[in-house]
């Protein structure tokens, strides 16, 4: 199936900066949209970025002017960005992938296990 995996996570200073990857693998066949999620405690899960297979972007309000995502086709990877960080983006961030794998063509999205930010001085 399709193993999705986030790194790169960490604690940071308000105004410093983070790289998230997320890499997908398995039996991958394809691979569209690739995508970042996060939660606070007690909070709904929320897009922050999207990127499609052929590079266009989505990008929550909140991380418009300070996050990037970017994704690399030849490795299935995605990753996003992050720079002039704030407190309140403290979260767990999490990769969704929607992808197929080899003997079962169907399209599927896969979640990987999150990865926290914290941001504090």
């Known amino acids: 199936q399709v193993q999705v995996v986030e790194s790169g996570g960490g604690l940071v200073q308000p105004g410093g900066s983070l790289r998230l990857s997320c890499a997908a693998s398995?039996?991958?066949?394809?691979?569209?949209?690739m995508g970042w999620y996060r939660q606070a405690p007690g909070k709904q899960r929320d897009l922050v970025a999207s990127?499609?297979?052929?590079?266009?972007?989505e990008l929550s309000d909140s991380a418009k002017g300070r996050f990037t995502i970017s994704r690399d086709n030849a490795k299935n990877t995605v990753y996003l960005q992050m720079n002039g960080l704030k407190p309140e983006d403290t979260s767990v961030y999490y990769c969704?992938?929607?992808?197929?794998?080899?003997?079962?063509?169907?399209?599927?999205?896969?979640w990987g296990q999150g990865t926290q930010v914290a941001v504090s001085s």
């Open positions: 969704k992938v929607r992808a197929t794998y080899v003997g079962n063509f169907r399209w599927n999205e896969y």
């Open positions: 398995g039996n991958i066949f394809a691979v569209a949209d």
């Open positions: 990127i499609t297979r052929d590079g266009i972007t």
